[in-house]
């Protein structure tokens, strides 16, 4: 089975800030990586799917890049409404799928 | 617009037996693959199975395969997760997904299955 290992698993950032997530797969997963945030007691919401391609009504200071086993998620100036958890999702071969462990964006 | 609703959760012994339903509405279920994923108290998400259209072919991790089995019914736009010989490391939220592009576009707000004598 893919594993995905994200980093950090937390983070402390301030309002403004550029905040940048990382996610890495056991083996090359071409560019079949997804991102999710989720807000407690809330279902997730998809931000960008193959790796970088924005999910309509998302904000634009998402965004993602990567390929290969890499990835990256960005939030250009982080929002007050951007402090969540977010996930990494690998969906390679649409055979079976994993989600990273999470990173938890808090404030400073 | 797009509307998935989770049913069926509750509080089982171990070893029981529990069938989760999600009503689908506002898309074409039949022409859409859809998943279901959990997530434990305080931790991460985690896949737990998914569906193809047209067959029905089906896929799942590997701590629920053997004791779960995801299927469809195009015609009553539903989707199911029959979940056997219930552990108590299967208390968890559970949600269902519709699939677009290989990700998750769309989630249910989720039913809670807790699992304990």
């Known amino acids: 089975d893919i594993q995905m290992t994200q980093s950090p698993s937390s983070l402390s950032a301030s309002v403004g800030d550029r905040v940048t997530i990382t996610c890495r797969a056991s083996?090359?997963?071409?560019?079949?990586l997804n991102w999710y945030q989720q807000k407690p007691g809330k279902a997730p919401n998809l931000l960008i799917y193959?790796?970088?391609s924005l999910q309509s009504g998302v904000p634009s200071r998402f965004s993602g890049s990567g390929s290969g086993t890499d990835f990256t998620l960005t939030i250009s100036s982080l929002q007050p409404e951007d402090f969540a958890t977010y996930y990494c999702?690998?969906?390679?071969?649409?055979?079976?799928?994993?989600f990273g462990q999470g990173t938890k964006v808090e404030i400073k | 617009e797009v509307q998935l609703v989770e049913s069926g959760g509750g509080l089982v012994q171990p070893g029981r037996s529990l069938r989760l339903s999600c009503a689908a509405s506002g898309f074409t279920f039949a022409n859409f693959r859809m998943s279901w994923v959990r997530q434990a108290p305080g931790k991460g998400l985690e896949w737990v199975a998914n569906i193809d259209i047209v067959g029905g072919k089906t896929y799942y991790m590997d701590s629920v395969r053997g004791r779960f089995t995801i299927s469809r019914d195009d015609a009553l736009n539903s989707l199911y997760l029959q979940m056997n010989s219930l552990r108590a490391e299967d208390t968890a939220v559970y949600y269902c997904?519709?699939?677009?592009?290989?990700?998750?576009?769309?989630w249910g707000p989720g039913t809670l299955v807790t699992v304990s004598s």
């Open positions: 999702q690998q969906s390679y071969g649409s055979l079976t799928w994993t």
């Open positions: 997904g519709k699939i677009e592009r290989n990700a998750l576009g769309w």
């Open positions: 193959s790796a970088s």
């Open positions: 083996q090359s997963i071409s560019n079949y």
